[in-house]
């Protein structure tokens, strides 16, 4: 059965998985195996739609993959992200907010940002829309943070990004994701928060953990990041199988008698 943002309310301490998903076959494959929640993130831009950083991706594209992925796994609590500029006013992000539920049958939407978008989350979350926090790496603005590297090493750092959780738990957010930051900070801001937290190159100590779908399976070959742990060299696999199908064709062996009428 579907969770619901109650149960992720109460699911401080648990060991949740999150998964990123994008269309209708990865979505049914996440939600066979049980993921308890899939995220339709703005990664999309860079794995699937060759997007050089996640800037360039639209709020039409976030929803057309979060259609796909509902009918993939219309039992898993589907996270959809807001992408860049989509949520710069509260009316803007009201009305994208609005049309990812509505449209793309999301349970809830993704933002970046701290302190800096607390009102945004708090007007988000007064009208009744989930919100999922994101702080640390903020991918959408990396260029301001000098790149996709680790945040909160200086104390000033660590301590603006514990201010943002704080402030985006204040505002009502169901969920905090920590993305590169040092164990011992996420460890604490883990500690401090009722709220469960997400991380993604963040540690052991958060209640949940999150990589994207093309990561784990080696899917996305451009470059991989130290927190990730490929379970699959997916890419390698296909290439494989998509040169014997080519040479097949081209020596006459497929189709073959078996494939013909």
């Known amino acids: 059965m579907r969770k619901t943002v109650k149960d992720f309310r109460n699911a401080k301490g648990q060991r949740l998985v999150y998964l990123t998903a994008y269309d209708y076959p990865t979505a049914r494959l996440a ?5 308890d929640a ?35 796994a219309p039992n898993t609590f589907l996270v959809a992200d807001l992408p860049y500029l989509s949520y710069a006013t509260l009316d803007r992000a009201l009305s994208s907010a609005e ?7 999301a349970d809830a939407v993704k933002l970046e940002g701290g302190e800096e978008v607390a009102e945004i989350v708090a007007g988000l979350t007064r009208a009744g829309v ?14 301001q943070l000098g790149g996709y590297k680790l945040q909160g090493k200086r104390p000033e750092e ?15 957010a169901y969920g905090v994701v920590l993305e590169m930051v ?3 900070l996420a460890k604490e801001i883990t500690e401090r928060l009722s709220i469960h937290t997400v991380g993604i190159g ?29 379970y699959l060299e997916g890419g390698r696999l296909i290439q494989e199988a998509l040169t014997r199908y080519a040479e097949e064709v081209r020596q006459g ?3 073959g008698e078996e494939h013909s009428f």
Do not use: C, N, W
């Open 31 to 35: 939600e066979a195996a049980g993921v």
């Open 99 to 105: 049309r990812l539920l509505k449209e793309g049958g």
């Open 158 to 172: 660590a301590e603006r990004i514990l201010k943002g959780a704080l402030a985006l738990e204040a505002a009502g």
């Open 253 to 255: 062996v497929f189709p």
């Open 182 to 184: 040092p164990t011992a």
């Open 202 to 230: 963040a540690g052991p100590h958060t209640d949940a953990q999150v990589l994207v779908f093309h990561d784990v399976v080696g899917l996305y070959g451009e470059f991989k990041p130290r927190f990730v742990k490929r």
């Open 38 to 72: 899939i995220l339709v993130g703005d990664s999309l831009g860079m794995v699937v739609l060759g997007y050089p950083s996640t800037v360039p991706v639209i709020l039409e594209e976030i929803l057309h993959h979060t259609k796909a992925a509902r009918r993939g």
């Open 130 to 143: 989930p919100v999922l926090g994101h702080v640390g790496l903020t991918p959408q603005t990396a260029s």
